[in-house]
């Protein structure tokens, strides 16, 4: 009964993902014949990384370990395919109790369709090394795609399948927009735990929302405001910093080292926008009194972060409170602290008019 | 590297759910001393199933295995305790590619706080047997509780942990209301895949909505109007019945078996309200046109029973449109058919003005 019920479910699983004869039939081409976009260095050791070479052994090991995620990253590529497939090999087929393994390691794909980013269908992981059927029976018109690749696993390599006949090359639309990036720094929830498949996580929603490139310095747990990171975020031409770490750092790390992360930031780039965002209200906070004193503490050391480094005289920083940004019914997390899909969307709509608004300052300049 | 990752991703995933030696401090009582909602049926082979022993043998080995499924099923308590934990024993610890294991086999628990049933926090499986705290550093002030069971996993046991020296007993409030509860049958979006924790599935969010108990009978794969779980289904003393399961059968076992299905409900239910749920739009079908065509079909076969139904001089029969139950940003699923979240609260807001109205002309006869 018990193997049934595997067999079973087993089938609901694969359900929609095509069967192995259709993925066997395709024609693969390497990503790596595509633009990857979200990506904030091109010095990193292996392609589909986050941080670049010269901060190994500089910066603490979990953070480099971390960086090796692909959050953030996508591939863009135009094909005229009526059926797309994807072959990947993951660096740790990693798995965790609270997340889906399509947001953990899968693929994520959305086409542009009347000028938006729609979602097509996501590539669900089988193992260290995967080949599935994305989508079938399409028109096998020309368009415009994005894949999203793993949140919280590496990439080996990746491979795009499409049909034998078909052709797939460079994008031919600019979107999105390549231009100075947004560049958000920040814990486990910026780098995407725990939506169900990339598309979903904050960063990349507020990608598709603002039509721009956003780079994703979320590294699980270890947004603890390391020097070097902000040493290297300042290269980046960005249109706006977003710093969202607080939940990874005590009260006496802010203390210690938030100010000296804005001066570095401010050393390299003067007039770009930075925006402090407060602890998300963790509706588990509500019942558990330690994490409500803990969250209510840092945040009011971080408006107090904010309100010095203003008095100091900078114009161009900002201060996003958090008591509305993921709705008030105490459901869009799956264990109280990570959102969920329903959490992100909540986020990204509440975040987009201020950062728009902040970009569009950038832009007047 | 891949040693430190896997510590780093351990410590991101344990994060928040207690030390061991919390758990282990814990005074454990078997649940089967509180009462167990949301069950339709005395005469089940063990505690925490879903259909009556009658049906085993009768009905497909792929229902009957899945009724073994704690979909619905809740445990309801009181507690003065400051922290609350669980042990519990799986049937099967299923894994699935597009699901997080908290959904899956995972504890979900709520608090009735100011008269609304409110998230606290999820149990995180960890294996087949599996400790956890859910919740710690709370007032220690009475309250009632209630405990998700697995959407897409048996129990073999549950212990809830308590503070040695706290009190637990059972709750003082019904609710959600035990009298006539909603019915649902239907697919593995009934049963809840693919929410990341119990209490957000559409039934369940249904059911803190309604303040109703209802009785979960989605069979994931296999809502394939199965007649003999007509039968034990019209034996239930419902204020409603909800029939969401076109997405599980083919046009012909709908012509097939559809009309018959409802006759047997109505052969003992004469006049206790039958909605009638459209196939949802799923978000991929917009890119592959066989599905789309799919869902276009069964709806308007849907329809056509609907009619039919009504004509006969069935007055208790209603009909819910899908085209904008799961909002129409396409955003809603994990693989364009499975429901996230965000798509099952969608779901239960859109269905919540519907249901009510048909509970209440029950409620008045």
Redesign the interface.
């Given at each position: 009964?018990?193997h049934?019920?595997?067999i079973?479910?087993l089938?609901?699983?694969l359900?929609?993902?095509g069967i192995a004869t259709v993925s066997d039939s395709l024609k693969y081409v390497n990503a790596t014949e595509f633009p990857l976009i979200g990506k904030g260095f091109a010095d990193t050791q292996n392609r589909y990384e986050r941080l670049p070479v010269r901060l190994k052994g500089k910066t603490r090991?979990?953070v480099?370990?971390?960086s090796?995620n692909c959050a953030g990253l996508a591939i863009r590529f135009r094909t005229n395919s009526p059926v797309i497939g994807a072959k990947w090999e993951l660096?740790?087929n990693?798995t965790?109790?609270?997340?889906?393994?399509?947001g953990v390691k899968?693929l994520d794909l959305y086409?542009l369709?009347n000028g938006k980013w729609?979602?097509?269908?996501?590539a669900?992981?089988?193992g260290k090394t995967n080949k599935t059927v994305i989508?079938?029976?399409?028109?096998g018109t020309d368009m415009e795609y994005m894949l999203y690749l793993p949140l919280?696993d590496g990439l080996v390599n990746l491979e795009i399948g499409v049909d034998s006949t078909a052709t797939i090359g460079n994008p031919q639309v600019d979107s999105p927009r390549k231009d100075k990036p947004v560049v958000f720094y920040g814990t486990?929830t910026t780098q995407g735990?725990?939506a169900?498949?990339a598309?979903?996580s904050y960063p990349n929603l507020l990608s598709r929302m603002l039509d721009r490139q956003i780079i994703n310095l979320g590294f699980?747990?270890?947004g603890q405001l390391d020097l070097e990171v902000a040493e290297v975020m300042a290269e980046i031409d960005a249109s706006c910093f977003v710093i969202d770490c607080i939940s990874n750092v005590t009260e006496e790390q802010m203390n210690e080292k938030y100010i000296r992360f804005l001066e570095i930031i401010r050393e390299k780039r003067p007039d770009v926008p930075v925006l402090l965002v407060e602890n998300n209200h963790f509706?588990?906070m509500?019942?558990?009194?330690?994490?409500f004193a803990l969250v209510q503490q840092k945040n009011e050391t971080l408006k107090r972060i904010y309100a010095e480094q203003k008095k100091k005289g900078d114009s161009n920083i900002y201060y996003l409170k958090s008591d509305k940004l993921i709705g008030n019914d105490?459901?869009?997390?799956?264990?109280?602290?990570h959102l969920?899909?329903?959490g992100f969307?909540r986020m990204a709509e509440n975040m987009y008019p201020v950062i728009r608004k902040l970009i569009n300052s950038t832009l007047t300049d």
């Open positions: 009964m018990r049934l019920l595997l079973m479910i089938s609901f699983a359900s929609g993902t090991p979990a480099w370990s971390l090796k660096t740790g990693v965790m109790s609270h997340f889906a393994p399509t899968g086409c369709k729609q979602f097509v269908n996501v669900r992981p089988s989508i079938n029976h399409m028109e919280y486990s735990g725990c169900s498949r598309g979903m699980s747990g270890n509706p588990h509500y019942f558990d009194q330690t994490i105490f459901e869009p997390t799956v264990d109280g602290a969920t899909d329903l969307l």
